[in-house]
């Protein structure tokens, strides 16, 4: 079972839509984060969290609202979607401790809305 | 401004040669620096990391280097193979970003031809 799961895989909405994404991480990292990829422009940060109740705003929050159920569990939701919402998003989780602090993601979800 | 540049255009190499990809930053202090690869449609995978003390990092065929007067990290795979090619994305961690997460480039596109 991968280590790092993100549902949908993908999902097609309409503009004004509220969206959720989830993540699942069966690695027990704390540290869990939500990025977009647009082509050219790569992974921008959206929100981290280093525990389940520390959330932080990434490098293009607006628009975009997260929740850390459990240590296992980082949503990322869209209130209203629109078009230019439209990208692949990645979870990650990390753990420091081990002193590289390497990121593992999840296989993406393709949002596309219209 | 803080910017994170890697080669937009993709890099064409011939099997068995040397590949090179280049990540420049402007604005950052980095503590570290990571690379990743990025196959199409997947997350990326952690590859290297390079503190800042330190000049070169050696993996198998891979080979990271670090220039902080120069603010640069190459990035280099030895007897490249087809089955390199991939999108190779470099990542600063740097605490002048106000954030605790690492800040991506967009990538370079390495092609191995056979």
């Known amino acids: 079972d991968a280590d790092v799961t993100q549902t949908p895989r993908n999902r097609i909405t309409k503009t004004g839509k509220r969206i959720m994404l989830e993540c699942s991480q069966t690695?027990?990292?704390?540290?869990m984060y939500w990025y977009r990829q647009d082509p050219g422009l790569g992974l921008r940060l959206i929100y981290y969290s280093f525990d389940v109740k520390d959330i932080n705003k990434g490098e293009i929050s607006d628009g975009y609202s997260v929740s850390r159920q459990a240590q296992a569990k980082f949503s990322l939701s869209l209130e209203s979607a629109i078009p230019n919402q439209t990208a692949l998003y990645f979870c990650?989780?990390?753990?420091?401790?081990?002193?590289?602090?390497?990121?593992?993601f999840g296989p993406g979800t393709r949002l596309t809305v219209l | 401004s803080q910017k994170i540049e890697q080669n937009s255009e993709a890099l064409n190499i011939q099997e068995g040669k040397t590949a090179t990809l280049t990540c420049n930053y402007t604005n950052y202090s980095p503590a570290y620096l990571q690379w990743y690869r990025q196959d199409p449609g997947r997350g990326p995978v952690f590859l290297l990391l390079i503190r800042e003390n330190e000049k070169e990092k050696r993996k198998e065929r891979l080979k990271v280097t670090f220039d902080t007067t120069l603010k640069q990290s190459l990035f280099h795979i030895t007897a490249s193979q087809p089955a390199d090619s991939a999108t190779y994305l470099c990542a600063i961690y740097s605490m002048d970003t106000g954030r605790r997460a690492l800040t991506f480039g967009s990538g370079t596109r390495l092609q191995v031809q056979p």
């Open positions: 690695k027990g990292h704390d540290r």
């Open positions: 990650a989780t990390s753990d420091p401790s081990g002193g590289y602090n390497e990121q593992f």
